[in-house]
């Protein structure tokens, strides 16, 4: 599917230009995260890419199994890639001064490859496998089974948060600190926690479960656009179910808020249904219209999606650590020195800065661009 590579690319160069602005000072509401409850574009991006992660599992599990690729082999490749995803976002959590008391341990990859593995072993365990016409092996997960987790992991969660008690705290609450899932992270993580909050982090271990959640609905999604049913039938109820769980979503918001960095049931439905609103606006335009030269940009981010984010987490760390003496003897920063030089000055303040961040989209798109062009995709 074109379409699901142009959706992740979509994804991937949207969350470069929100990660990387001239200044974290001047920044348009719409590319900030939401204070804490309620949403912005900004905090659709993250779970659009566990949802396309959940959609992907499908059609590479079948691929690979059409290939011959048994259960058991699948499993273990499973297993191998969320240990080398982890393995990255540890890596780049740490780049370059690793130091090891403080490095986080949990972080955007960290969380992918955990969702990854949660919900590949589960698609294995459960699928079944059938012959096809032409002798190759097909695998079809069990929808039933797997709607019936996402159910469990989700009442669960806002059970397990609303009726638990926090020590000092009480059951309950739903504040950065007060919440179980910050309690819990803080119990198994300690110091090792988002260093910008230090008490609680927004991909924590606890909040990864309804996160896993996010990554079942795409393999439900995935399971439907791989039926026998007609593509536009398939598109329609991609966007009727789509609807659905955004309605119920924010129905429920007033009683278990829609939250981001606590990755509340809520959220789940809402950015769900919101992928898969967008999942069907490219399956029409790109698969069912065949117009995809406008989107050439994001297949070379989709494509190397993972790279594309390490890349961009490489390189944005090396010019803020590194520094050199301007005249007066002054130590800058590169990121700061070249920002000042030749954004600052030619713009408003928010202009300036998103700028630079459209700047930095697309020097990370100039480096990939040869990788694409010479189709050399990194698979992990």
Known sequence: MVSLDVFRGITIA???????????????APLKHAEWNGWTPTDLIFPFFLFIVGVSMTLSFASRAAHGLMRTSLALHVVRRSALIFAIGLFLNGFPYFDLHTIRIMGVLQRIALCYLAAGLLYLATCRQDSAADGKVC????????????????VGYWALMTFVPVSGYGAGHLG???????????????????SESKTWDPEGLFSTFPAIATTLIGVLAGEWLRSERQSARKALGLAIAGAALMLVGQLLHPYFPINKNLWTSTYVLFTSGFAMLLLTLCYGVVDLRGWWKWAAPFLVFGRNAILAYA???IVAEISIDFQFRVSGGRLRTLHGWFYDKYFVPHASPANASLAFAVFFVALILLLLWPLYRKKVFVRI
């Open 14 to 28: 949207a969350m470069i230009l929100v990660n990387d602005p001239g200044s974290w000072s001047h920044i348009y």
């Open 176 to 194: 950065k600190d007060d919440n179980l899932g910050a309690y819990i992270d803080r119990a198994l993580m300690g110091g090792h926690l988002w």
């Open 311 to 313: 890349l961009a987490t």
């Open 139 to 154: 695998v079809r997960g069990k929808i039933g089974v797997t709607a019936a987790v996402v159910v469990v992991l989700l």
